[in-house]
């Protein structure tokens, strides 16, 4: 098992420029996140999806947008790049626990910058 | 509104014990994890409650108050690889959202 794969590890845009994230996970998860954390801010969800096919705004959702058309993956998308879209993104997973949505597993980050 | 306290920075001895608290106030509240994370690494899960009380696990054990809005890490027999940051999220029921704190970043001194 891989668990939660994120691509790329690293990027660098120019303002303006757009790109997409790739997150993947081999757990069968019906809950996926993308998150963005920055010094001092803590982590942000930015877009989540409770399953395939669907999705919903989380705190920090401008500028961003997202897809799930497969269950295992889960793309965020930069149409035009802002310097303040700076950030390590991460991608989590998890799956309908007991009492409430279980523990999340994360991918190891992806580092954007934009200059 | 979302809102998650907890200290921002913490130091203490290798061997000894550290409580690292957490205040919450969310809507739709359904229980509290907390998270390890390593500079330059991904959060790992630590924990989780749902009911007032105490969760054990080995070294680690957190604690819930959900009439006051309170948890706390607890952390034994310190070693010098538990220095990192240390995240509490709390799970909102409406919508399956997360919403963390700034983290404490803990640093463990011989």
């Known amino acids: 098992n891989a668990g939660v794969t994120q691509t790329p590890k690293f990027r660098v845009l120019k303002t303006g420029q757009s790109m997409t994230l790739l997150c993947a996970q081999d757990m069968n998860h019906e809950y996926m996140y993308w998150y963005r954390q920055d010094p001092g801010m803590g982590l942000r969800l930015i877009h989540y999806s409770v399953g395939e096919g669907t999705t919903a705004k989380g705190e920090v959702p401008d500028g961003y947008n997202v897809s799930r058309l497969k269950k295992q993956n889960f793309l965020l998308g930069l149409e035009s790049a802002a310097p303040s879209q700076t950030s390590v993104y991460f991608c989590a997973s998890s799956y309908q626990g007991l009492a409430g949505v279980g523990e999340q597993f994360f991918g190891p980050g992806t580092r954007l910058t934009v200059l | 509104g979302q809102n998650i306290d907890q200290p921002t920075e913490m130091t203490a001895t290798e061997g000894a014990i550290v409580q690292i608290n957490c205040t919450y106030q969310t809507s739709g509240f359904n229980g509290l994890f907390w998270y390890q994370q390593h500079a330059g690494e991904a959060p790992t899960f630590l924990s989780y409650n749902v009911l007032d009380g105490l969760e054990e696990k080995g070294r680690f054990s957190s604690f819930l108050s959900r009439s006051k809005g309170y948890s706390y890490l607890l952390l034994k027999e310190l070693q010098m690889k538990d220095s990192a940051s240390y995240l509490c999220?709390?799970?909102?029921?409406?919508?399956?959202?997360?919403?963390f704190g700034t983290g404490t970043s803990l640093t463990v001194i011989p």
């Open positions: 999220a709390a799970e909102s029921n409406t919508g399956n959202q997360f919403y």
